[in-house]
C-alpha cells in the first residue's frame, strides 16, 4: 500500500523564478491538503483540493496555486519566488467522508530560494 | 496570538523520566485535538488523537481541558526514540474536515541515556 509520494525531494530555485511540486495520495484517498513548513515551526496550511477543486486555503498570496487531477494527484505552484518561501513543502492526504481525522503526509519537499 | 502555543523547548531528559507538554489554542470552537509527532527531517505522524475523557496509549497520556483551552501529553518512562518534535495540533471544524488543521510550534524532546 502505497503512502503518500512527493517530488522531487531537493530543489534550489533563485528569486523570481517559478516551481512546481507534485504529490500522488495515500491509496484511496481522494483529498490532499498542502502546507509549508519553516525551519523551526510548524506546518503552515496552504490550501485544499478535493475533486479537483481547491475548497479550503490558508493565509498565502496568490503566486500560490494548485491543481489536482482526477487520479486525485495533486500539483503546488510558486511563482516569483521569494527567499522567505525556503521550507519544506509537505503534501497530506485524507478521505473526504468518514475520516477519523488523521493526516498522511508525505516525506516532503525541501526548496531553497537563493 | 498565535492560534496554537507550544513551549519549543528543547526538553533534555534522561530515560526513564517522566515528561509532560503543554498546548494553548485560541479558537473555542475548535472541534478535534491531536498530538502529532515529527522526527527530524522527517514528515509528521498522528501519535494520537486528544478526546475530552482523555486517552491513554501505553506510556503515552493526552488530555484535554475545553474550559481552559489547554492540551496536554505526559510520556512516562521515557526512551530515546521518544526524542522528536511534538506537535500539538487543533482542527477547527467538524470532524469529516480534516484539511485545515492548525498546527502549533512544536516542542523538543531528547532523551538522554
Known amino acids: 500500500d502505497a503512502g503518500v509520494t512527493q517530488s522531487p525531494t531537493h530543489l534550489i530555485k533563485t528569486r523570481g523564478q517559478q516551481v512546481t511540486l507534485r504529490c500522488s495520495p495515500k491509496?484511496?484517498?481522494?483529498?490532499v491538503s498542502w502546507y509549508q513548513q519553516a525551519l523551526g515551526q510548524g506546518p503552515q496550511f496552504i490550501f485544499q483540493?478535493?475533486?479537483?477543486?481547491?475548497?479550503q486555503r490558508g493565509n498565502f498570496p496568490d503566486r500560490f496555486s494548485g491543481h489536482q487531477f482526477p487520479n486525485y494527484s495533486s500539483e503546488l505552484n510558486v511563482n516569483a519566488l521569494l527567499l522567505g518561501d525556503s521550507a519544506l513543502y509537505l503534501c497530506?492526504?485524507?478521505?473526504?467522508?468518514?475520516?477519523?481525522?488523521?493526516?498522511?503526509f508525505g516525506e516532503g519537499s525541501r526548496l531553497t530560494v537563493l | 496570538r498565535k492560534e496554537v502555543e507550544q513551549d519549543p523547548g528543547p526538553f533534555n531528559v534522561p530515560e526513564g523520566a517522566t515528561v509532560a507538554f503543554n498546548c494553548t489554542y485560541s479558537n473555542s470552537a475548535s472541534q478535534s485535538f491531536f498530538w502529532y509527532r515529527q522526527d527530524c527531517r522527517k514528515e509528521p505522524k498522528l501519535l494520537m488523537s486528544?478526546?475530552?475523557s482523555g486517552n491513554e496509549d501505553g506510556r503515552f497520556t493526552a488530555q484535554l481541558n475545553r474550559a481552559s483551552q489547554y492540551i496536554s501529553l505526559l510520556i512516562r518512562d521515557s526512551k530515546l526514540s521518544d526524542s522528536a518534535t511534538y506537535l500539538c495540533v487543533v482542527n477547527p471544524y467538524l470532524s469529516g474536515n480534516t484539511g485545515k488543521l492548525i498546527f502549533g510550534q512544536g516542542t523538543t524532546l531528547q532523551v538522554k541515556p
Open positions: 491509496s484511496g484517498h481522494d483529498t
Open positions: 497530506a492526504s485524507s478521505l473526504k467522508q468518514g475520516n477519523t481525522g488523521e493526516l498522511f
Open positions: 486528544v478526546y475530552s
Open positions: 483540493y478535493y475533486e479537483e477543486e481547491e475548497r
